[in-house]
C-alpha cells in the first residue's frame, strides 16, 4: 500500500508556472505507475498525465502537451508535474494517483489507480 500527499499548488496568473510534487511513503515507490489527474468545480476529474515506473515513458492529454511535464525521482519517492503558460481554464484539485503497474499501457483512466492523494488546489486568475 502507498500514501500520496500533493503540495505546490496555489495561486498563479495567467501564462505562469507553478511546480506540484506528489511524495510517496513505502519502499517500492519504483514499482508503481504515476498519474496526475484534476477536477474543476461542476467537472469530471480528467486525466492530465502519467509516468510509468521507470520513468522512460510519459503520456499527456491533449489539452496539456506542451506546456507541462512530469517527471519522477525514484530516490526520493516523488512525482512532479512542472506546469507552464497556466489558463484559467487549468484550474482545479490536482490530485496524484498510483498503481503498482509495470506494464506497457497508458494508463490514464481514474480506474486504472488503487492509490489517491487529498488533492492541492490550483487557481489561475485571468
Known amino acids: 500500500q502507498v500514501q500520496l500527499v500533493e503540495s505546490g499548488g496555489g495561486l498563479v496568473q495567467t501564462g505562469g508556472s507553478l511546480r506540484l510534487s506528489c511524495a510517496a511513503s513505502g519502499r517500492t515507490f519504483n514499482r508503481y505507475t504515476m498519474g496526475w489527474f484534476r477536477q474543476a468545480p461542476g467537472k469530471e476529474r480528467e486525466f492530465v498525465a502519467t509516468i510509468n515506473w521507470s520513468g522512460r515513458t510519459t503520456y499527456y492529454a491533449d489539452s496539456v502537451k506542451g506546456r507541462f511535464t512530469i517527471s519522477r525521482d525514484n530516490a526520493k519517492n516523488t512525482v512532479y508535474l512542472q506546469m507552464s503558460s497556466l489558463r484559467p481554464e487549468d484550474a482545479a484539485v490536482y490530485y496524484c494517483?498510483?498503481?503498482?503497474?509495470?506494464?506497457?499501457?497508458?494508463?490514464?483512466?481514474?480506474?486504472?489507480?488503487?492509490?489517491w492523494g487529498q488533492g492541492t488546489q490550483v487557481t489561475v486568475s485571468s
Open positions: 494517483a498510483a498503481e503498482d503497474y509495470q506494464g506497457i499501457y497508458v494508463r490514464r483512466r481514474r480506474d486504472d489507480y488503487s492509490y
